[in-house]
């Protein structure tokens, strides 16, 4: 016999009290995630999660969607810490060739540790997000495709831009975001979650030239103390008596990737003055020497004297990659060169608070007979000052970080300037050095300053950024950790509020939210890249052509905004007809 339960006739004491977890027992606490009604791992339509990877030139992010964090972060190259490719690509066709070969194996062996060994998964169930760089060449992406869909043979590929990932992962469509990655930095305006490809600005000023000018500055101002050949001069012959010059040998990859996540850091804006340069000049020298020249001056710069220090070996990697203060040119141009680099470290090392840094490095061949490993000794004002030479343009070609987002302001249309400006997203594993956030509010401010009419001979008369004045009160960026009070109530609501991931991570984040969110880019399915091949259209099932890397064509069915069709403008005008007459209508 079933009973009916019948409301209570007289008022009882109910005490209200948070429910109880009991009725979720058995749902989503036992998940992995709260996305899917059923385990992520083992869902009715088989497996969900998706493959998530970030192939950097250097360093690679792989994990699943749906989680906070990458599985694995590994060096593309682990023994020698170099890039896979670059911007410069071979045109001898057989150098080219050989290039292309290369990185095809090398491609294939990181794919094959992603599955393998990093995430221990099963690629023929897996669909994958392939976070690709805007400006990533078109053969490296068919490279990826094709080592995942012909040798991982997976279901499918989803092409996401990086950039709109990182604002995703903040929770923003609309923004401006720096990527200041190994190869360039790159700024590109993103709004209602489509990004502005026409509006996008890039500069060679990021981890690679940063790289090359801490091994420049070491060579010029480091010191090296090598390991003692006995045990009795290692206590009786002071150090200061066995320092030399650091030898070129040392500076491996390894060691300056070491010294430049784990010592270097940027300083607050130097306030550098003629007055500060004349008395930091040795004595007897003429200050106006020392006075600096206008930007168009075609004299011999820090970054052709780092050159010229570093060799052959080194030269294409350190090319144009130190302080840009320009020298005047004369006579003797290299002796007066070294004077002015020699006052500009004075002046620095004059300003600098950090201390030096001991490092323990591996000797060179000729001095592993001795006791140990040698010592590398880092001036501080080194660590400190490094990072200048991504702050300092000027040049057309070679924009600082800072003009790179001004520039793209500048292109972006004029309703949507004050909302990019105070949504600004800094990203990138170059833009994860203590104090680079910071010091780029403070370089946005002093780009778009007022030019000061007594220092006109320094600075170009042409005022570029006169249009972006009005917006500096707007200018926030969301992962500053110290953001600075402003009078505009957008950027005060805006600046700061992003969440703590790491810049690094954030194009990585973005994917992994995008496939739980079962979105993304462009999804290339297998079945649509096999109908795609080429090769495949005159010869039977049976046979099999290997093509080489160099000889392949990128197949039309992966995404490249370079190829296609810019947006429609305004539809063309259509001339209407003459409306007819009173008279003709009441003939």
Not at 234 to 253: F, G, K, S, W, Y
Request: some cysteine; charged content about 20%; aromatic content about 6%.
């Amino acid at each position: 016999m079933s009973t009916v339960s019948s409301t209570p006739r007289t008022k009882t004491g109910i005490t209200p009290a948070t429910p109880t977890t009991t009725r979720v027992t058995g749902s989503h606490v036992l998940q992995a995630s709260p996305h899917y009604t059923t385990t992520r791992r083992h869902s009715l339509y088989g497996t969900e999660d998706r493959v998530v990877i970030d192939p950097g030139s250097r360093i690679w992010k792989v994990g699943f969607s749906g989680e906070g964090k990458p599985r694995d972060v590994f060096y593309a190259d682990a023994k020698n810490y170099s890039s896979l490719w670059s911007w410069n690509r071979a045109t001898d066709p057989t150098e080219k060739a050989e290039q292309d070969n290369m990185l095809e194996i090398n491609l294939e062996r990181c794919m094959r540790s992603v599955f393998h060994e990093s995430l221990l998964a099963e690629p023929k169930a897996r669909k994958v997000i392939l976070v690709e760089h805007p400006l990533m060449p078109l053969y490296i992406k068919d490279m990826l495709a094709h080592i995942l869909f012909s040798n991982l043979q997976v279901p499918s590929i989803s092409f996401a831009s990086s950039h709109l990932l990182s604002l995703l992962s903040v929770g923003r469509i609309t923004g401006l975001v720096l990527d200041c990655g190994h190869l360039e930095s790159t700024a590109l305006p993103i709004f209602a979650a489509r990004p502005l490809f026409p509006q996008l600005r890039t500069t060679p000023l990021a981890g690679s030239r940063f790289s090359s000018h801490i091994r420049a500055l070491l060579l010029l101002f480091g010191s090296y103390l090598p390991p003692p050949t006995t045990l009795s001069a290692a206590v009786n012959v002071p150090a200061a008596n066995r320092t030399t010059r650091v030898p070129q040998e040392i500076l491996t990859d390894a060691v300056i990737e070491d010294i430049k996540t784990r010592c270097c850091f940027v300083s607050d804006a130097l306030e550098s003055s003629l007055s500060d340069v004349r008395a930091s000049s040795p004595a007897g020298d003429d200050p106006s020497d020392h006075e600096p020249p206008p930007s168009s001056d075609p004299a011999m710069s820090e970054s052709e004297f780092s050159r010229g220090s570093l060799g052959q070996e080194s030269a294409a990697e350190s090319e144009f990659s130190i302080i840009s203060h320009l020298t005047h040119s004369t006579s003797n141009g290299e002796a007066s060169s070294e004077k002015h680099i020699q006052v500009l470290a004075n002046m620095y090392m004059r300003h600098s608070t950090a201390t030096n840094l001991h490092m323990r490095v591996v000797p060179p061949v000729s001095q592993q007979t001795g006791t140990g490993r040698g010592t590398l000794i880092i001036p501080g004002w080194v660590r400190e000052r490094a990072a200048e030479v991504l702050f300092e343009g000027g040049d057309v070609d070679e924009s600082s970080v800072a003009e790179v987002i001004l520039d793209a302001l500048l292109k972006v249309p004029l309703d949507l300037r004050k909302t990019m400006a105070s949504s600004i997203l800094i990203t990138g594993g170059t833009a994860m050095l203590p104090g680079f956030i910071p010091r780029l509010h403070t370089e946005l401010l002093r780009a778009t300053a007022p030019l000061n009419i007594l220092s006109t001979r320094s600075r170009p008369t042409y005022d570029r950024y006169a249009s972006l004045r009005p917006l500096v009160p707007h200018f926030a960026i969301l992962n500053n950790p110290t953001p600075v009070p402003s009078s505009s109530a957008r950027a005060n609501v805006n600046a700061g509020k992003a969440p703590a991931f790491t810049p690094a991570t954030m194009a990585w984040v973005g994917g992994s939210l995008a496939g739980a969110l079962k979105t993304g880019g462009v999804e290339v399915a297998r079945e649509k890249w096999d109908e795609s091949d080429p090769s495949q259209t005159d010869q039977d099932d049976d046979v099999i052509m290997v093509v080489p890397a160099s000889e392949r064509i990128p197949r039309n069915v992966i995404p490249d905004w370079t190829r296609g069709l810019l947006p429609a403008g305004a539809p063309p005008a259509v001339a209407l007809k003459p409306l007819p007459s009173p008279q003709a209508v009441g003939a």
